[in-house]
């Protein structure tokens, strides 16, 4: 059984630094790839950043330059580095992995989720 548990969130300033992480159980994570979504309240999941089977990161607009993903296959553990965070709520931040070899940049290529864990970026 595939489980995934987010971990690393908290309250942070705006401009500070958090890393989350993402423990995978039950499936050897360098065989998959492996994404971060957050969701704000009220509005839809968003694709935040992605490491590949094959060791390619992939970002969206709004993280590039500021996130950095990684991926530890010893500890079955992907990170998500985020550096000048921005006050934009409380969104909760979602780790994923999908089973097919398209690389994850939506919902639809992830087949398993964790729970979530929520940031807070104050102003």
């Known amino acids: 059984q595939v489980q995934l548990v987010e971990s690393g969130g908290g309250l942070v300033q705006a401009g500070g630094s958090l890393r989350l992480s993402c423990a995978a159980s039950g499936v050897t994570t360098s065989m998959y790839n492996m994404g971060w979504f957050r969701q704000a309240p009220g509005k839809e999941r968003e694709f935040v950043a992605s490491?590949?089977?094959?060791?390619?990161?992939y970002y969206s607009d709004s993280v590039m330059g500021r996130f950095t993903v990684s991926r530890d296959s010893a500890k079955n553990t992907m990170y998500l580095q985020m550096n000048r965070l921005k006050p934009d709520g409380t969104p909760m931040y979602y780790c994923g992995i999908g089973e097919s070899l398209i690389a994850i940049r939506s919902d639809a290529e992830v087949d398993y989720w964790g729970k979530g864990i929520r940031v807070t970026v104050s102003a």
């Open positions: 490491f590949s089977c094959t060791g390619n990161t």
